[in-house]
């Protein structure tokens, strides 16, 4: 007598994940992107596709992989392949001193399979937030005409014995508090300088500080000689 016993290998779906570069020195100053890595396995016995969809809390932008979206639908891994997928994320642009320094954003990432959702993965990569130290500085004249860049602004014409005033703001554009130091000088040493911070005035350096998003207007008095 001869038996035959036939076997089938029914399909089994699975799924390992694993994130790389998420550590504590995950982040970026805003505007900028901090980037880690989602590793996806293939642990079934069979060719599988796999999604990924990353969210955050507060929608900072996320993209995944090459693209401009923060979902996509991977090739299909055969068993026991592995991919590493890059997932992008942008810090937004300071605003008022916000997104702080030391501020962080968890991002959210669950890959699932497109051939059976229940088999799933969900990781979770915090983001932090860098210190910027970035500022800006505008001249401004007795009329309120920003003068721009010193190639680009017109002569300014002064009569002898005249007080000119230069109105200066400096913007504290980071997120962090920023400490300034100002002088002022003259070419010709006959024309007298100073510097008019509030109540303080000075000939020589002025120190002050700014809150991160707020800015400080300081004024140059010229003493134009009488001759």
């Given at each position: 007598?001869?038996?035959?016993v036939t076997?089938i290998?029914?399909r089994?779906e699975?799924l390992?994940?694993?994130?790389?570069?998420?550590?504590?020195?995950l982040?970026a100053q805003p505007?900028n992107?901090?980037?880690?890595?989602?590793s996806v396995r293939?642990?079934?016995?069979?060719d599988?596709?796999?999604?990924i969809a990353?969210s955050s809390p507060?929608q900072w932008?996320?993209?995944?992989?090459?693209?401009?979206?923060?979902?996509?639908?991977?090739?299909?891994?055969s068993r026991l392949q592995?991919?590493?997928?890059?997932?992008h994320?942008?810090?937004?642009?300071?605003e008022?001193?916000q997104p702080a320094?030391?501020?962080?954003?968890?991002?959210?990432?669950?890959?699932t399979?497109?051939?059976?959702?229940?088999?799933?993965?969900?990781?979770?990569?915090?983001?932090?937030?860098f210190?910027s130290?970035?500022f800006?500085?505008?001249?401004?004249?007795d009329?309120?005409?920003?003068l721009?860049?010193l190639?680009?602004?017109?002569d300014r014409?002064?009569l002898?014995?005249?007080?000119?005033?230069?109105?200066?703001?400096?913007?504290?554009e980071?997120?962090?508090?920023m400490?300034f130091?100002?002088?002022?000088s003259?070419?010709?040493?006959t024309w007298?300088?100073?510097?008019?911070?509030?109540?303080?005035?000075?000939t020589?350096?002025?120190e002050?500080?700014?809150?991160?998003?707020?800015s400080s207007?300081i004024t140059?008095?010229m003493m134009?000689?009488l001759n």
């Amino acid at each position: 007598h001869t038996i035959r016993v036939t076997s089938i290998v029914e399909r089994i779906e699975g799924l390992y994940t694993i994130l790389a570069g998420a550590g504590n020195d995950l982040g970026a100053q805003p505007g900028n992107t901090a980037t880690f890595s989602l590793s996806v396995r293939n642990t079934g016995n069979g060719d599988t596709q796999y999604s990924i969809a990353c969210s955050s809390p507060q929608q900072w932008i996320v993209n995944v992989g090459s693209s401009q979206s923060s979902s996509m639908v991977l090739d299909p891994l055969s068993r026991l392949q592995f991919l590493p997928v890059p997932i992008h994320v942008r810090v937004p642009n300071t605003e008022d001193g916000q997104p702080a320094a030391g501020v962080t954003e968890d991002v959210t990432c669950v890959t699932t399979s497109v051939q059976d959702s229940s088999v799933t993965k969900t990781d979770v990569a915090t983001v932090n937030v860098f210190e910027s130290y970035d500022f800006t500085v505008d001249l401004i004249d007795d009329d309120g005409v920003f003068l721009g860049a010193l190639a680009l602004a017109e002569d300014r014409a002064v009569l002898n014995g005249d007080l000119s005033e230069t109105s200066v703001v400096v913007t504290n554009e980071g997120n962090v508090p920023m400490e300034f130091s100002m002088t002022v000088s003259s070419s010709l040493n006959t024309w007298n300088a100073q510097l008019i911070f509030g109540e303080e005035q000075t000939t020589g350096a002025l120190e002050f500080s700014i809150a991160a998003g707020d800015s400080s207007t300081i004024t140059v008095q010229m003493m134009v000689p009488l001759n």
